[in-house]
């Protein structure tokens, strides 16, 4: 079975259309912290995968996604203060 590796997935998106298909697509990997910030989990077999699927949302020049790897330390640490709804991950997350 293949690992779950944890990500912080940061956009700016200029179309709106674009925008909330990549938004959609993040909401099947993990939760939205902020309006353009996910908290994601792929499994390691899938990680490839998961990034041509990002870069197939970049349709303009000033299109970004930037994907930061989270190690299994640094998620446990993840502090949340505030409104705390839709932040769970599959029971792993407070």
Do not use: C, H, W
């Amino acid at each position: 079975m293949s690992r779950i590796e944890n990500f912080v997935v940061i956009y700016d998106i200029e179309n709106t259309k674009n925008r909330t298909r990549l938004s959609r697509l993040l909401f099947e990997y993990g939760i939205r912290t902020q309006f353009s910030v996910f908290e994601v989990e792929v499994r390691q077999k899938e990680y490839n995968r998961f990034v041509k699927l990002l870069e197939r949302k970049v349709k303009n020049k000033k299109d970004k996604i930037y994907i930061y790897p989270l190690d299994g330390n640094s998620a446990k640490r993840i502090n949340r203060v505030g409104n705390l709804e839709n932040s769970i991950i599959n029971d792993f997350f407070v």
